[in-house]
């Protein structure tokens, strides 16, 4: 497909051995490369990378909404669509309830995010997480606990159904 623009034409094509689109723009020389849309697991390498990063460079015992506003703009930052203080709807009954719940984080419309600065998690932390997963009829979450001396010890995946 070739379109005319002030600067040069723009052409478009597939290269398959690296799953990218390419748009070459003739004239100044520019490649804009695009991603095609990633998988759950390939968003959840993101996101663990960018937690394991933060904690690094700022350790345990912040308030969970400094870690959240960091990851927040971390994960934009490395060019993902992040929603924040996410409120979702739910239905119950044949009614739509407007905020059943807010989810901390939600990356690329796939992932739940639910982010923790506390002593420990339970086991009602991992079940409000998956009931978030189900309603929202998402696959994949992660709970992060960033009081954890080593952040590998606060991460729980949890996924609903199978990816």
Known sequence: MDDDFSQGTLRTRRKNESNLNI??????REKIKKEKSMTENEI???IIDTSINIHK????GLFESVYETILYHSLIKRGLNVEKQV???IQ???ITFDEGFRADLIVENKVIIELKSIEKIANVHKKQLL???KLSKLKLGYLINFNEELLK?????????KL
């Open 23 to 28: 748009c070459e723009l003739s004239g100044p």
């Open 44 to 46: 959840g390498t993101i």
């Open 57 to 60: 460079e700022l350790g345990p």
């Open 87 to 89: 409120a979702v709807p």
């Open 92 to 94: 119950f009954d044949g």
């Open 131 to 133: 009931t978030y997963l």
């Open 153 to 161: 010890n606060g991460i729980t995946r949890i996924i609903n159904g």
